[in-house]
C-alpha cells in the first residue's frame, strides 16, 4: 500500500471520529454539562471525554447507549457509531485498547503464541499477519505492520512505560517467516534485554505447572492509576476494566513471573537460540 492511500485511509478515519465526537459535544452543551459532569457521572474521567469529542479515543458503543440516554439524544450517537465508514481493519475494543497502550505508564504482557507486538521486527510482524486464517490481502497487511511498527515508539519516548513481558518458549519455537525472520527477531529480543525499563523473561517448556494456560493477555496502568485489562480470542478482543477480573489476571501474571527464568537466564536462553542457527 502506497503512503498516500494509507494516509487517506487515516484521514478518513478521523474525520468520522471527530464527527461523533463533534456530535456529543454539541449534545453535551445542551444538556447543561460539562466534560467534567459527564465524566464523573460515567467513571471515566474528563480527560477520556475530552479526547472522544476531540476526535482522538473512538466512543464505545455500551457508553454511547449510555450517554444517548443520559443526553436523550433518541439514539443518535449510537447510529452515529453504526454507520461510520469501516475504513480501519482494528476492531473498536481493540482501537480502545490502543489508546490506552499509548498512554500507559505500566504495561505487564504475557504472550503464549507469538513474540508480543511491541516487540516485533517489521519482517516478523509481517510474517504474523500473513499466517492469517482467512488471509489478508497485501494492502491489508501493509496497513497492519505500518501501524504495529508504530507502537513500538512508546518503548523509546523520553519517558516510556514500565514494561514487563512474560513470553512462553513456545512462540519462539516456530519460525514464523523462515529462519533469517526468526533470527532477526531473536536478535532483537536479545537487544531489548538491555534496556533499561523493559524487563523481559522467557516462560520454559517442560515445566509441570504453567498459570497461563488461559491464553495471553496484557495488564495496563493509566496515568490516573486505573488498572485495565485486555484480551484477545479467535472471536474478538475484551478490555476489562472490573477489579475482580484484573486482580485475577494480576494474580496469574505475578505466578507467570515466578515460573519463567529470571533476566540473566533468559539471557542465556535467547543467546543459546541464536547459537542453534
Do not use: C
Not at 517442560?206 to 490516573?224: M, N, Q, V, W
Amino acid at each position: 500500500m502506497s503512503t498516500t492511500t494509507r494516509s487517506r485511509r487515516s484521514r478518513r478515519n478521523a474525520s468520522a471520529m471527530k464527527m461523533v465526537g463533534a456530535l456529543l459535544a454539541l449534545f453535551r452543551e445542551a444538556a447543561g454539562h460539562t466534560q467534567r459532569s459527564l465524566g464523573e457521572i460515567f467513571v471515566v474521567g474528563e480527560q477520556q471525554i475530552a479526547s472522544i469529542e476531540q476526535g482522538r479515543r473512538p466512543l464505545k458503543p455500551d457508553l454511547a447507549e449510555q450517554l444517548d440516554q443520559l443526553l436523550d439524544t433518541k439514539g443518535a450517537l449510537v447510529a452515529a457509531l453504526s454507520e461510520m465508514p469501516e475504513v480501519d481493519l482494528i476492531p473498536l475494543w481493540a482501537e480502545e485498547y490502543l489508546d490506552r497502550e499509548r498512554e500507559a505508564i505500566a504495561i505487564s504482557w504475557y504472550e503464549g503464541l507469538a513474540v508480543p507486538g511491541l516487540l516485533q521486527t517489521e519482517s516478523y510482524a509481517r510474517a504474523v499477519f500473513r499466517s492469517r486464517v482467512p488471509v489478508y490481502d497485501e494492502d491489508q497487511i501493509e496497513q497492519l505492520v505500518a501501524a504495529r511498527i508504530e507502537r513500538r515508539e512508546i518503548l523509546h519516548r523520553k519517558v516510556p512505560p514500565t514494561t514487563s513481558f512474560v513470553i512462553w518458549e513456545a512462540a519462539l519455537r516456530d519460525h514464523l517467516g523462515g529462519d533469517a525472520v526468526y533470527v532477526e527477531q531473536v536478535r532483537r529480543l536479545r537487544q531489548y534485554v538491555e534496556v533499561p525499563g523493559i524487563t523481559l523473561q522467557i516462560l520454559p517448556l517442560g515445566r509441570t505447572s504453567h498459570a497461563g494456560l488461559d491464553g495471553p493477555f496484557i495488564l495496563l496502568e493509566t496515568p490516573e492509576h486505573q488498572r485495565l485489562a485486555y484480551m484477545e480470542t479467535h472471536r474478538g478482543s475484551q478490555l476489562i476494566a472490573d477489579p475482580d477480573g484484573v486482580g485475577i489476571l494480576t494474580q496469574k501474571y505475578a505466578m507467570l513471573r515466578t515460573q519463567a527464568l529470571n533476566t540473566e537466564e533468559t539471557r542465556a536462553m535467547l543467546d543459546r537460540l541464536l547459537g542453534e542457527q
